[in-house]
């Protein structure tokens, strides 16, 4: 069964600080996929990053950068100089192969100017 | 059109009712899904489309839980008999590629269902 953990439920920061954002997920398929989606107040979840289980490397996407490390089962988010606009709700998400994504419980973040 | 458009974006109910909630993907989205997102919690699964085609519905709660999508395109989510714990935000996603269910989803802003 597939399983995704975000133990952080709300993180506060202030602006300019870096923030990470954990997730740690349950597979027993050698083949999945991993996302982050960010679900501003407006509702829509918006995309992020899809990973494949046989890509480690991490990635950084202008403030943006992930984690990925199979030995701990987690794909963690970090935003680097963080700014009012970051304000989400921040979910990750998993699908094993030929199946739906399965979401986290979502972590909240609010950064304050 | 250029996003995916639900409607409407609210909806109250009283219990009993049925009621239903469309989704217009992206033009030329051929995976289409259904999830229920109740308030503080993280989506959940309900339905998947690939065109007409209903490839997967195990995660609707009930036999009152009905979807179709009868032309490839606009989608229905019909609930009947609706009770309190149907409230919650239901969302639809479209995605191009065909043939899994893995890949990136463009969301709609969901419907946002009250049952009183």
């Known amino acids: 069964a597939q399983k995704v953990t975000q133990a952080q439920t709300e993180i506060s920061v202030v602006e300019k600080e870096d923030v990470t954002l954990d997730c740690v997920y349950e597979?027993?398929?050698?083949?999945?996929?991993l996302f982050w989606y960010k679900q501003p107040p407006s509702g829509e979840l918006v995309f992020l990053i899809r990973?494949?289980?046989?890509?480690?490397q991490n990635e950084i996407s202008g403030r943006y950068s992930w984690n990925f490390q199979k030995s701990t089962s987690s794909f963690n988010f970090t935003i680097t100089a963080s700014q009012v606009v970051d304000s989400a709700v921040y979910f990750c998400?998993?699908?094993?192969?030929?199946?739906?994504?399965?979401f986290g419980k979502g972590t909240r973040l609010s950064v304050i100017a | 059109g250029a996003g995916v458009s639900q409607s409407p974006r609210y909806k109250v109910a009283k219990r009993g009712q049925d009621v239903a909630l469309r989704c217009d993907p992206i033009s030329g989205h051929v995976s289409l899904f259904w999830y229920q997102q109740a308030l503080g919690q993280g989506p959940e699964f309900l339905t998947y489309?690939?065109?007409?085609?209903?490839?997967?519905k195990s995660g609707l709660p009930s036999d009152r839980f009905f979807a179709e999508r009868p032309e490839g395109s606009v989608s229905t989510l019909k609930i009947q008999r609706t009770q309190q714990e149907d409230s919650a935000v239901y969302l639809c996603a479209s995605s191009g590629v065909i043939g899994t269910p893995n890949e990136k989803l463009f969301f709609g802003s969901g419907t946002q269902l009250s049952v009183l």
């Open positions: 597979t027993r398929d050698t083949t999945y996929y």
């Open positions: 998400a998993l699908s094993e192969r030929g199946r739906p994504l399965v």
């Open positions: 990973r494949n289980s046989f890509d480690e």
């Open positions: 489309f690939q065109n007409e085609a209903q490839l997967d």
